[in-house]
């Protein structure tokens, strides 16, 4: 968790830190010169959600701005009170935890992270390429050394925060939001030797005012993309909502949204094999007018400035931006919101759709937070979905074939966290 990630519009609930024997709110007077003081003496803040505090790390930001932020340590969310900032539900319990250490390997030391990913930022001219749909299968679970697209989007999304959700977001997640959430959650992030922020295309808010500037940004960006004779070809990738996927008056193409003056080209083959790797989804875009579409995908911009999706992978989620499998999570979710609900929705990543994982994890609580489950009728005659079930952490199991949702547990309150005379606040 980066401390300084949180936009006005949804911020978390405030957290404590003590740097060098003081105490400070996030946010307060002289926590930016304590945290700088830290780093020069190597010292490590601590968390105060619990009383005995969970050791931090102050890491440098890059740019001409500099500056330094507060992270977790590497593997410790799950030590922070469930309310906490910090808190993230154990690795474990989602896809995350196959990949991390492996595919994701973060440096405290730096605070960069580096990816490995199973699929090119890069294409060899004249050298032909697969199309394929993000590396994943329904049936067999990808190798968790490397992160498949849907891996690293649901990365990114974790990263970004966007897998959470409080009763004050209500209304004030956007496109605009989700991309500079995104954004930020990229910074610090290397993948292939390079930048992935670099690579990174996520498409602005369309506006007709401001169309020929938003245009100028997006062809200076895609320059380094662009076909050049004898060399090898960067790939981009794309995050982006998707508006269509449609024959076109020659092959195929992808629309997309805050995009409406360039078609994405499709390979007819890539086009013929989302029908059937994404079928379920597709058909709960298409039955569903609250869901959103959302796309990662590497592309290559031929001499002429054409885009071609090389590979991509697809992601449902709600009007609130919340990823969702099947039409039984998206009721979960939306009961949740509805009732007003603090919760971590958990991701698959690599994992295929045969292994079971928590689909929420609520965080309204004092002590453990319960995981809540949905049990698919494969799952739960094999009996896979034990292997998330901890005895030390409650658990909820909704299996949809057998019966109406069950209620849901009760939410705890919690206390603020402790403070004393040294804590400064604003």
Not at 29 to 49: E, K, N, Q, S, V
Not at 151 to 161: P, T, V
């Amino acid at each position: 968790m980066n401390a300084a990630l949180h936009e006005p519009e949804l911020t978390a609930p405030a957290g404590v830190y003590e740097v060098g024997g003081r105490r400070f709110e996030v946010g307060a007077r002289g926590l930016a010169d304590a945290i700088a003081a830290a780093h020069a003496a190597h010292w490590r803040p601590r968390c105060m959600c619990l009383v005995e505090g969970v050791e931090m790390y102050v890491a440098r930001l890059a740019g001409p701005t500099g500056g330094f932020i507060v992270k977790r340590m590497p593997g410790t969310g799950s030590r922070h009170a469930p309310d906490c900032p910090s808190y993230e539900p154990p690795a474990e319990f989602s896809g995350l935890g196959q990949v991390l250490g492996s595919a994701i390997s973060e440096d405290p030391a730096t605070g960069e992270t580096t990816l490995k990913l199973d699929f090119p930022l890069s294409k060899i001219a004249g050298r032909s390429t697969a199309p394929s749909t993000g590396g994943e299968s329904d049936s067999v679970a990808s190798d968790g050394t490397r992160l498949s697209l849907r891996g690293l989007l649901h990365y990114l999304w974790d990263q970004a925060e966007l897998t959470r959700w409080q009763p004050g977001f209500a209304g004030k997640r956007s496109w605009g939001t989700v991309r500079r959430h995104l954004l930020q959650a990229a910074e610090h992030k290397i993948a292939g030797r390079s930048a992935l922020q670099a690579r990174l295309y996520i498409p602005e808010v369309f506006s007709v005012e401001q169309r020929d500037a938003i245009n100028m940004r997006r062809l200076a960006q895609w320059a380094q993309a662009v076909a050049r004779p004898g060399h090898p070809q960067h790939l981009m990738l794309m995050i982006a909502e998707v508006k269509e996927i449609v024959p076109a008056r020659y092959g195929f193409k992808a629309v997309i949204k805050h995009v409406p003056d360039q078609a994405f080209a499709i390979d007819e083959q890539l086009y013929r094999r989302l029908g059937r790797r994404f079928e379920s989804a597709l058909a709960l875009w298409g039955t569903a007018d609250d869901i959103h579409m959302v796309t990662i995908a590497t592309f290559s911009v031929a001499a002429a400035g054409i885009p071609t999706i090389m590979e991509l992978s697809l992601m449902p989620v709600t009007r609130h931006w919340l990823p969702i499998e099947d039409g039984y999570e998206k009721q979960l979710i939306e009961r949740l919101v509805a009732d007003g609900r603090s919760f971590v929705k958990g991701l698959r990543y690599n994992l295929g759709a045969e292994s079971a994982l928590a689909c929420v994890t609520l965080n309204d609580f004092e002590g453990s937070a319960p995981l809540l489950l949905i049990v698919h009728a494969g799952i739960e005659d094999s009996g896979r979905y034990l292997q998330v079930c901890d005895p030390s952490v409650p658990a909820w199991h909704w299996s949809p074939s057998r019966e109406a949702m069950p209620a849901l547990p009760p939410r705890q309150q919690h206390p603020k966290p402790a403070t004393d005379s040294a804590v400064e606040c604003r």
